[in-house]
C-alpha cells in the first residue's frame, strides 16, 4: 500500500491555509494551491499510544490547524464551523475557498467506531457532493480500513510513514458506499427499563443510537425510540455477547490494552470463557436466534417475508462490507448454482442489500479460515425487522460497527421492534485494489462473476421515508441565518 518514496510527495498539497480554518483570521497569500486538501481527525486515545502519536507528527507535517484531536472536539462542531468560513469566503469572492471545497478529503484515524461516528456526521451533512474519507486503522478489528485497502495492522507514526499513508490518499479512488438506518422501538415498560447498555458508557459509534427527543417525528407516544446508523454491520447474539465483554474489560483495565497483539489476543480468550467455542453446552436454547425474535425480510420493491432460521443458529450478523471480526468475508462468493438456485449475488458495497448471515458457535465460525468458506447465508435484503416477543429472555447482546451494548428485553406482554433499512451513501477513499466491490465496476458486475472459483459445499439455511432521513449524528449541524442554505446543498 506504500509509494515507492516519501520523498515525493509534496505536503504542499495537503495543507489549508489558517484564514479558511479559523474565523476572522488574516487572509493569507497561498503560493501553491493544494490539489488535495485534508482535514485529519484522530482519537488520540485510539491504539495506546499510536493515536498520540499520530496527532503529533500529523501536526507537524500539516497546519495544526487542520488537525483535530476527537477527544476534544467533535466532528460535527469542527465540520459545521470549517463549511460555513467556506461559505462566506466564497460569499466574499475568495475562488481558492471554491476549489477547497470541492477537492477536500477527510482522514480519521482510530477503530471501526471512531470512523463511523465520522461517517455518520457526513452523512447527516446533507452535502451535494460530501467529502470522500480515508479511514486509518487504530483499532482491534479495523473492518472498515481493511474493506478500502488501508490495512489491519496498527500503522507507523513517524514523519515517513504518515507521508507514506498521504501519497496513497492522493492516488486513492473514490467509492461509494450503503449506509443503513436502524430504529428500535418498544412500548414504555410497566417496569425497570429498555435503554441499551453499553460498557460503562456509550461509545462514539452509538452517537446516533440514542432516545429520540419528544419533538423528533420519530417518537410514538407511550413508546420508547432509539435510532441510529452503522455501515459495516448489525449483529446480534453471541458474537455481540463477547464483544460486550471485551469492551466492557477495556474500559474497567485500559492499563492492559496497549497494543493490536494483546487486545486481539484478549478477544480469543474471552471468547473462550464466555463459552463461544462450547455453545450448545453453556448457553440456554432461548438465546438462539430463532427463540429470541421472529426476523422478517424485505428484497428491493418487495414485501415483508419471514426468514426461517435454524435452531441452531446463535448468531445473525447483517453484513454490508466483505470485512468482519479482523478482515474474515462471512458471505463469500457464492457459486453458480446458488446464484441461479436462491438468487444470491456477491458481496456488492453499493446494490442496497445487507448481507445476512448465521453462526452456530465459534467452531462455525473457524470456517472463514479455510479457502472459499462461508457462514450460513440466510438471504440479502434491502430492509430487515426483528421483532422480540415476551418470553426468550430478558435481554440479548448487539452490535453495530464493532461497538456492543446488551439490549433489555420487556418482561410484559410488549413487542421491541428493531428494524434496518437502507438510508444513502457516502463517499470512501479506496486504493485501486482494495477487496470491496462496485456493481457499477464492469470488471465486477454479477454476470461477470460466473468463472469464480465455487464457494464451500455448506449447505445454506434459508415507512415513512421521511422517518429515516437522518442518523442525527449531526444535530450540533445547524447553518447560521445568514448563510443561504442553498449555497450549501
Known amino acids: 500500500m506504500a509509494v515507492a518514496d516519501s520523498a515525493s510527495v509534496k505536503l504542499e498539497e495537503f495543507k489549508i ?19 488535495f486538501p485534508v482535514i485529519v481527525f484522530i482519537n488520540s486515545k485510539s491504539g495506546g499510544q499510536l493515536g498520540g502519536n499520530l496527532l503529533v507528527t500529523f501536526r507537524n507535517l500539516l497546519n495544526e490547524k487542520q488537525v483535530f484531536d476527537l477527544g476534544e472536539e467533535a466532528p460535527d462542531k469542527v465540520l459545521r464551523r470549517i463549511y460555513v468560513n467556506l461559505e462566506k469566503l466564497k460569499i466574499s469572492g475568495d475562488e481558492l475557498a471554491v476549489k477547497i471545497r ?30 470522500p474519507i480515508a479511514t486509518v486503522p487504530l483499532g482491534t478489528g479495523n473492518n472498515l480500513p481493511f474493506s478500502f485497502g488501508w490495512g489491519k495492522k496498527n500503522p507507523g507514526t513517524d514523519n515517513n510513514s504518515v507521508k507514506l499513508f498521504l501519497g496513497e490518499v492522493m492516488k486513492a479512488k473514490e467509492m461509494q458506499i450503503d449506509s443503513w438506518h436502524i430504529i428500535m422501538r418498544m412500548k414504555t415498560p410497566k417496569e425497570g427499563s429498555c435503554d441499551p447498555i453499553a460498557p460503562l458508557e456509550l461509545p462514539h459509534s452509538l452517537h446516533a443510537f440514542h432516545r429520540c427527543s419528544e419533538a423528533d417525528e420519530l417518537n410514538v407516544e407511550g413508546c420508547h425510540t432509539f435510532r441510529g446508523g452503522f455501515w459495516n454491520y448489525f449483529s446480534m447474539g453471541m458474537d455481540a455477547q463477547v464483544s460486550y465483554a ?20 484478549t478477544y480469543a480468550k474471552l471468547g473462550c470463557t464466555q463459552g463461544w467455542f462450547c455453545a450448545s453446552l453453556f448457553h440456554p436454547a432461548s438465546r438462539n436466534i430463532a427463540q429470541l425474535a421472529k426476523v422478517k425480510v424485505m ?29 474474515l468475508n462471512p458471505w463469500g462468493t457464492p457459486n453458480s448454482k446458488k446464484k441461479r438456485d436462491r438468487e444470491l449475488t456477491p458481496p456488492f458495497v453499493d446494490d ?57 428485553l420487556p418482561v410484559d406482554d410488549d413487542t421491541v421492534v428493531v428494524e434496518i433499512s437502507h438510508l444513502g451513501q457516502v463517499n470512501m477513499l479506496a486504493t485501486h485494489d482494495c477487496r470491496s466491490k462496485s456493481i457499477n465496476d464492469p470488471k465486477t458486475t454479477p454476470s461477470n462473476h460466473n468463472d469464480e472459483e465455487e464457494d464451500s459445499n455448506e449447505e445454506d439455511t434459508t415507512e415513512d421515508p421521511e422517518e429515516y432521513r437522518k442518523f442525527g449524528a449531526a444535530d450540533t449541524f445547524k447553518i447560521p441565518d445568514e448563510i443561504d442554505l442553498s449555497h450549501l446543498s
Open 102 to 131: 470541492e477537492r477536500l478529503r477527510l482522514i480519521v484515524a482510530g477503530g471501526d467506531g471512531t470512523a463511523a461516528w465520522l461517517l455518520g456526521v457526513v452523512s447527516d451533512l446533507k452535502l451535494s457532493h460530501s467529502p
Open 17 to 35: 491555509p489558517t484564514y479558511m480554518l479559523v474565523h476572522e483570521a488574516k487572509v493569507e497569500n497561498v503560493p501553491e494551491e493544494p490539489n
Open 352 to 408: 442496497g442489500l445487507l448481507e445476512i448471515v448465521g453462526f452456530r458457535d465459534a467452531w462455525h465460525g473457524l470456517v472463514l479460515l479455510a479457502p472459499n468458506g462461508h457462514g450460513t447465508r440466510l438471504a440479502q435484503a434491502h430492509r430487515i425487522r426483528f421483532e422480540f416477543h415476551k418470553g426468550a429472555c430478558d435481554h440479548t447482546f448487539m452490535r453495530i460497527d464493532g461497538e456492543p451494548w446488551k439490549q433489555p
Open 246 to 265: 471485551f469492551h466492557s474489560e477495556r474500559k474497567l483495565h485500559p492499563e492492559k490494552f496497549k497494543n493490536q497483539l494483546i487486545n486481539q489476543s
Open 299 to 327: 428484497r428491493k420493491h418487495g414485501s415483508w417475508q419471514e426468514l426461517h432460521i435454524h435452531h441452531s443458529i446463535r448468531s445473525i450478523i447483517c453484513l454490508n462490507l466483505p470485512s468482519f471480526s479482523g478482515g
